[in-house]
C-alpha cells in the first residue's frame, strides 16, 4: 500500500479518528447518538465527537468535532466528521462518509457497534486501501 494512502486513512481515522428491539431505524440509529472520544494518535491527541440526527434527516447520523483534548488543533473543533451514515440492521451503519477535519476530504465510511465502542472504518481509492479504528464513549 502506497504510504501516502495509508497515511490518508490513519490521520482520517484517527482524526475521525450503540440496535434496540422493537424499535425500528429510528430508535436503533439513536443507540449511536451521543459523544464519542477518538482513538488517541501516536502523539496522544484525540478529539471528541458529537453523533446525532442530520438536521431534517431524522434517520441519518452525522457526526460534529465538539472538543480537542492532548494537543489536537482546537481549531476543528464544530468542523464535521461523520455525515449520512444510515442504519443498515443489527448494529451497522454505512452509506456516509467520514470527513477530515480542516480539510474537509471526504472518504467512505462504516460504522459498527461493539461491545468495546464503536469500531469506525474509512476507505480511500474505491474501497481499495481502508482502515477502522474504535471510538469509545
Request: with cysteine; glycine share 16%; net charge negative.
Amino acid at each position: 500500500m502506497p504510504s501516502r494512502f495509508k497515511t490518508a486513512i490513519v490521520t482520517v481515522i484517527a482524526c475521525a479518528a450503540g440496535a434496540a428491539a422493537g424499535q425500528g431505524a429510528v430508535g436503533a440509529a439513536a443507540d449511536i447518538d451521543g459523544i464519542w472520544k477518538t482513538e488517541p494518535r501516536d502523539d496522544g491527541s484525540y478529539v471528541s465527537v458529537r453523533i446525532e440526527p442530520c438536521s431534517m434527516e431524522v434517520e441519518a447520523r452525522c457526526g460534529t468535532v465538539v472538543e480537542a483534548h492532548g494537543g489536537a488543533k482546537t481549531e476543528i473543533i464544530g468542523d464535521p466528521i461523520l455525515a449520512g451514515m444510515e442504519f443498515e440492521g443489527g448494529n451497522q451503519w454505512g452509506g456516509g462518509e467520514i470527513i477530515r477535519p480542516g480539510r474537509g476530504t471526504r472518504y467512505s465510511s462504516k460504522l459498527r457497534l461493539t461491545t468495546d465502542g464503536l469500531e469506525v472504518s474509512g476507505c480511500v481509492a474505491g474501497g481499495l486501501f481502508c482502515g477502522s479504528t474504535l471510538w469509545r464513549r
